[in-house]
């Protein structure tokens, strides 16, 4: 057994707290996510859209 807090655990603590909104890395709250990347983000936007048919950006 681990002696880390499950991520489950660590998310109902913030939610009756009322903490929400934040991004979380090995199981602690961080300012911003590390290692986000923009190309990846936008290529799996598109794949998203193509796969369920529904593009959130889509103009009219």
């Known amino acids: ?3 880390r807090p499950s991520v ?3 998310i109902r603590r913030m939610a ?3 903490v929400g909104g934040v ?3 090995d199981c602690a709250i961080v300012e911003e996510p590390g290692g986000a990347d923009l190309a ?3 290529r799996l936007w598109r ?3 193509e796969l369920t ?3 959130a ?4």
């Open 57 to 60: 950006f889509a103009t009219s």
């Open 23 to 25: 991004y979380c890395e």
């Open 16 to 18: 009756a707290s009322g």
């Open 47 to 49: 794949l998203s859209a």
């Open 40 to 42: 990846d983000a936008a």
């Open 1 to 3: 057994m681990s002696a």
């Open 8 to 10: 489950s655990s660590a």
């Open 53 to 55: 048919g529904v593009d």
